[in-house]
C-alpha cells in the first residue's frame, strides 16, 4: 500500500529566533509555536496521515520548517542543502528518519544549495525555484538525482518571496495557486488560478478534495469551497511570523510502499 507519512519536527525552544528575510521580524512566542504545531500534527492525523517525528533539533531555531531539508521523489529523498548557511545543521536526523522509512538517500553537494521549499512536485513535473536559497548548481543536482527517475525537472526564477513554494502550490487537478503580486512568471504553469491572499497561495494535500490551509487566508478557502474542495483551517500564526507556511511544517511520504 501507499505510504500515508508525514514526517514532522518539534519545534525547537530558540524557535522565535529563526531567519527572516523578506518580512520585518516580530515576536515569536514558543509555548505558542508549539501548541499550533500539535494541532496541525492533529489535523494531519485526523484526516487519515501517519506522523513521523524526526529527531527534535533544539539547536536549530529554524527546525521545525523540516520541509526544506529533504526532497522526495518515489522512494529517493535527496538531502538538501540550505542556501541559509545556519540551517544545514538540521539535515542530519531527517536523514536518519527517511533512512529509517527506507528511502534510498542522495545529497546534495556543494556549491549546490537548496531548500525544500524551493521544490513543487505536480504529478512527475518538478519545478524548482532559482532564488535566494536555491542555487543553478543545485538545480542541476535535483535533475541529476530524478530525470533519471522520470521527473521533468522544471527551473522557475524566484526572486520576491523566500521559496516558490511561497509563492505557489497546486490543487489536487494540478492547477498552480498563486497570489499574483508575488509570482514572477505565472504563464510558467499551464493552469494558474490567482488567489486573493498571500497565505492563500498554500495548501498541502490531504487526499480527496481536503486541503490543509492557513487560517489566516479565509477568502482563499472561500474560494476553494465554492470549487467544490474542503479547507481545513490551521492557526499557524507564529510560523508565519517567520515566513512559513503550511507546506513547510512537514514533508509527505507518499510514494514509499510499507
Ligand atoms: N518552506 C518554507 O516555506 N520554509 C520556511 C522557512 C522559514 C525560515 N524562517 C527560513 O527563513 O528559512
Same mark, same amino acid.
Given at each position: 500500500?501507499?505510504?500515508?507519512?508525514?514526517?514532522?519536527?518539534?519545534?525547537?525552544?530558540?524557535?522565535?529566533?529563526?531567519?527572516?528575510?523578506?518580512?520585518?521580524?516580530?515576536?515569536?512566542?514558543?509555548?505558542?509555536?508549539?501548541?499550533?504545531?500539535?494541532?496541525?500534527?492533529?489535523?494531519?492525523?485526523?484526516?487519515?496521515?501517519?506522523?513521523?517525528?524526526?529527531?527534535?533539533?533544539?539547536?536549530?531555531?529554524?527546525?521545525?520548517?523540516?520541509?526544506?531539508?529533504?526532497?522526495?521523489?518515489?522512494?529517493?529523498?535527496?538531502?538538501?542543502?540550505?542556501?541559509?548557511?545556519?540551517?544545514?545543521?538540521?539535515?542530519?536526523?531527517?536523514?536518519?528518519?527517511?533512512?529509517?522509512?527506507?528511502?534510498?538517500?542522495?545529497?546534495?553537494?556543494?556549491?549546490?544549495?537548496?531548500?525544500?521549499?524551493?521544490?513543487?512536485?505536480?504529478?512527475?513535473?518538478?519545478?524548482?525555484?532559482?532564488?535566494?536559497?536555491?542555487?543553478?548548481? &543545485?538545480? #542541476?543536482? !535535483?535533475? /541529476? *538525482?530524478?530525470? +533519471?527517475?522520470? $521527473?521533468?525537472?522544471?527551473?522557475?526564477?524566484?526572486?520576491?518571496?523566500?521559496?516558490?513554494?511561497?509563492?505557489?502550490?497546486?490543487?489536487?487537478?494540478?492547477?498552480?495557486?498563486?497570489?499574483?503580486?508575488?509570482?514572477?512568471?505565472?504563464?510558467?504553469?499551464?493552469?494558474?488560478?490567482?488567489?486573493?491572499?498571500?497565505?492563500?497561495?498554500?495548501?498541502?494535500?490531504?487526499? &480527496?478534495? #481536503?486541503? !490543509?490551509? /492557513? *487560517?489566516?487566508? +479565509?477568502?482563499? $478557502?472561500?474560494?476553494?469551497?465554492?470549487?467544490?474542495?474542503?479547507?481545513?483551517?490551521?492557526?499557524?500564526?507564529?510560523?508565519?511570523?517567520?515566513?512559513?507556511?503550511?507546506?513547510?511544517?512537514?514533508?509527505?511520504?507518499?510514494?514509499?510502499?510499507?
Amino acid at each position: 500500500m501507499p505510504s500515508r507519512r508525514a514526517l514532522i519536527r518539534r519545534p525547537s525552544p530558540r524557535v522565535a529566533d529563526g531567519l527572516v528575510t523578506h518580512v520585518e521580524r516580530r515576536t515569536v512566542d514558543p509555548r505558542v509555536a508549539l501548541a499550533q504545531w500539535r494541532a496541525y500534527g492533529e489535523a494531519l492525523r485526523a484526516h487519515g496521515w501517519e506522523t513521523v517525528e524526526a529527531e527534535p533539533a533544539d539547536d536549530c531555531p529554524d527546525g521545525v520548517f523540516i520541509e526544506d531539508t529533504v526532497v522526495m521523489f518515489r522512494n529517493v529523498a535527496l538531502i538538501a542543502r540550505s542556501g541559509a548557511e545556519t540551517r544545514r545543521r538540521e539535515t542530519a536526523g531527517v536523514e536518519e528518519a527517511v533512512a529509517r522509512l527506507g528511502c534510498s538517500v542522495n545529497w546534495v553537494w556543494e556549491p549546490g544549495t537548496l531548500d525544500g521549499g524551493d521544490v513543487l512536485k505536480i504529478g512527475d513535473t518538478v519545478y524548482v525555484g532559482r532564488g535566494g536559497r536555491t542555487n543553478a548548481a &543545485g538545480v #542541476r543536482q !535535483l535533475r /541529476a *538525482a530524478f530525470e +533519471p527517475l522520470g $521527473a521533468r525537472v522544471v527551473a522557475v526564477p524566484v526572486s520576491r518571496v523566500l521559496h516558490l513554494k511561497s509563492a505557489v502550490t497546486a490543487l489536487p487537478d494540478g492547477t498552480v495557486i498563486g497570489y499574483e503580486p508575488l509570482v514572477e512568471q505565472p504563464s510558467l504553469f499551464p493552469r494558474f488560478l490567482p488567489v486573493p491572499e498571500e497565505a492563500g497561495a498554500h495548501v498541502v494535500l490531504l487526499g &480527496g478534495a #481536503r486541503l !490543509l490551509m /492557513a *487560517a489566516s487566508a +479565509p477568502k482563499t $478557502a472561500e474560494l476553494f469551497t465554492d470549487l467544490g474542495y474542503e479547507p481545513v483551517l490551521v492557526d499557524i500564526g507564529e510560523f508565519e511570523k517567520l515566513e512559513g507556511c503550511v507546506t513547510c511544517l512537514s514533508v509527505r511520504l507518499r510514494d514509499l510502499h510499507t
